[in-house]
């Protein structure tokens, strides 16, 4: 796992891996919009340590999303994880303004509200997807890599595969890349979110040689990061 930085700016938290490139097209960048402080920095630390995003930004409020995309410092990130309730009021208003700003970026709705009412209301205000806050970490992963490559989560013909048909999914693919054994036991765990400390605890090895596995993982599959990984066997 990389180290990461974390500093705060006019308020707002934001994690950063060491040894990033600012300027390299292929990070991806995430912003946290939510009103519980723990769980937006719990996210955060999450998507970035995880691998699944480059660097990730954390705010508590709309006007603190708002004042931070309109620094000049600061870049549209490629994707926005918004609570669907911020405070007393829905993020409704705030989507409306994000897409009519910043029509690249993904919209991406959680709540722990899971009433289809509210999944209709994310998506009549402009959201490209909606996630449960109750979902296994790495749903979050599968979600954002289904927004990121243009679609919606979940999808409407989604579908939960059974365990079976995931497994022989997954030995096809490795099949078709000509992963290893091993590149294959360590690939089906890192696509259920596991960072390489607990995959190399489940497969009994150093979490550098887990590092390694999913360097090589990555170089075979032809992608940059997990993100492009989780589309790539999706």
């Not at 490629?78 to 829905?90: K, M, N, R, Y």
């Not at 897409?99 to 209301?121: F, K």
């Not at 109750?134 to 939960?160: K, N, S």
């Amino acid at each position: 796992i990389r180290s990461i930085k974390r500093r705060t700016m006019n308020g707002l938290t934001m994690y950063q891996p060491d040894g990033l490139q600012a300027g390299d097209p292929r990070n991806i960048s995430a912003l946290i919009v939510e009103d519980h402080p723990v769980i937006a920095r719990g996210l955060a630390q999450y998507l970035v340590t995880g691998g699944f995003v480059a660097t990730a930004h954390s705010c508590n409020s709309a006007a603190e999303c708002l004042a931070w995309l309109g620094s000049a410092d600061n870049a549209p990130p490629d994707i926005a994880l918004v609570d669907f309730w911020l405070g007393t009021a829905s993020c409704a208003e705030l989507l409306a303004q994000l897409r009519q700003r910043y029509p690249a970026m993904r919209l991406l709705v959680t709540s722990a509200d899971t009433s289809r009412g509210v999944e209709d209301l994310a998506q009549q205000a402009g959201a490209h997807g909606f996630i449960a806050k109750q979902e296994e970490p790495a749903a979050f992963a599968r979600a954002i890599a289904a927004l990121l490559a243009g679609g919606a989560y979940p999808a409407v013909d989604d579908a939960v595969d059974p365990p079976a048909h995931y497994a022989s999914r997954v030995e096809n693919l490795a099949n078709l890349f000509q992963l290893t054994k091993r590149q294959t036991q360590v690939v089906a765990l890192a696509l259920q979110g596991w960072p390489n400390k607990r995959i190399a605890t489940e497969l009994a090895m150093t979490e550098q040689t887990a590092k390694e596995h999913m360097t090589q993982i990555l170089a075979k599959l032809g992608v940059a990061n997990r993100l492009e990984m989780f589309a790539k066997f999706k």
